[in-house]
């Protein structure tokens, strides 16, 4: 028995490259001010931990490699948030 899989089927696409999409959508909607306007908008985005949130998604942005899914679903969780997006089950 042959199943073809596709990777644009959700179920079999990672979660952390479903949060780095989401991610993605949120960050644009945002802006390019994004790191400074979630500082605004949550407190512990404006903290040391939180800034390394920050730094942790924007180099897993870059490098899917990197980045911890945790941190990855925090920040983008705050980002619809502020950007109206209406977050859905990971």
Not at 4 to 12: G, Q, V, Y
Not at 59 to 81: C, F, M, N, P, W
């Amino acid at each position: 028995m042959h199943i073809e899989t596709s990777l644009d089927d959700p179920a079999f696409v990672p979660i952390k490259q479903r949060l780095l999409r989401r991610f993605a959508k949120a960050k644009e909607a945002v802006g390019p001010r994004w790191r400074e306007i979630l500082a605004q908008n949550d407190p512990f985005f404006d903290t040391r931990t939180g800034e390394a949130y920050m730094r942790s998604v924007a180099q897993a942005y870059s490098d899917a490699k990197r980045g911890h899914v945790d941190r990855i679903e925090r920040v983008t969780l705050g980002l619809e948030r502020i950007a109206g997006i209406k977050s859905s089950l990971i």
